[in-house]
């Protein structure tokens, strides 16, 4: 069988149920591992919840995909960037380890009221420009946009153009050249960026990397660069799509909504994210790896060379790790969930992420009690064509 001749991934979510992963993923699950069509690549993909876990925690697959599945030409050359994300331990923690610092539970329970400012301000301001708002460019995007902004360094007075930039390198449908030439123009801002930050040090990550790493000659500016371009891309584009499709299934489940804005217990907030980040599960074709020797996954024996496409939409919805998957229950333990990965590679930034959601989704319920749809949600655009799941836009009333 060629690969043409494979079902894509990710597959497409179905228009009616638009929470839901594929229908297709759990005949996948039952099967276990299976070969899918990923980017033009065989590569097999990985459903089940513990094998997802056995995979991305096995020595023998590797996150070095660079060149191989992923990446042609557009950073190639002696002077590559590294990429954290792409790299296996040791190198791996060792670049990650510049960057933690910055995304600590003390660093980011200290920028809550900062958050939660931002949020009450982009209310007022959609308030202002009157019904209907567009939740996905009135608020879910602009809260996570200015924070990323603000932690690295990067002047919010740009965010249009990363935006379209990332929009660019998101869409599955965007010809290969047009995704390398916006990866070029993406990484040639922040290599100006890292340049005016050597004269110019300011206080911020992308300023403590030069000074600590760059300057001391442990860290190539290129990579310094390549490294804050991911962070700048992740940092805004999965959270803004979290709170914009999170809105969406609240609105369309009001006894969860009400469970959100009515709770003063930052537990029970806490987990009411944990579960809308596993039911929702936005992050669904970007986990890939490789085998770097034979290795058996789930009965599966998967051969040196041969890629693996992590599909967490269906380990979340996998039956062996939480009971009737399908419902949105805010009391479930969610916390186990694989919405940011697992193992080393888990998301660097998932406790930002936390609490921008656990700020940013209620006090928009109790800000707006009376937030609705402005539309049919049949006549929502979901992002079926994007890497990272959500909607394109979000009219709403309150």
Known sequence: MTTTDLPIFPGERVARCPFNPPT???RWRE???????????????VSRYEDIKTAMAHPAVSAEVLGVLQGHGRHDGPNAPEMFPRMDDPEHARLRRMLTKDFTVKRVNAMRPDIEAMANEFIDKMVVKGQPGDLVQDYALPIPSLVISLLLGVPYADHGFFQTITGKL?????????KAKASREFFGYMMELVARKEKEPGDDLMSRVIREHVQTGELRRETAAMNGVILLNAGHETTANM???GTVALLENPEAAARIRDTDDPAVLANAVEELLRYLTIVHSLIVRIAKEDVEIGGTLVRAGEGLIMNLSAGNWDPAFTAEPETLDLDRPARGHLAFGYGVHQCIGQTLARAELQIALPTLLRRLPGLRLAKPIEDIRFRNDMSIYGVHELPVNW
């Not at 099967?31 to 993909?45: F, I, K, P, S």
């Not at 998101?170 to 047009?178: A, G, L, Q, S």
Request: hydrophobic share 45%; no cysteine; charged share 15%.
């Open 243 to 245: 709170i914009a499709l």
């Open 170 to 178: 998101m869409n599955m449908n965007t010809p290969p050249e047009v």
């Open 24 to 26: 297709e993923y759990a």
């Open 31 to 45: 099967e276990g591992l299976r070969q899918v069509n990923w980017d033009g690549h065989t590569v097999w993909a």
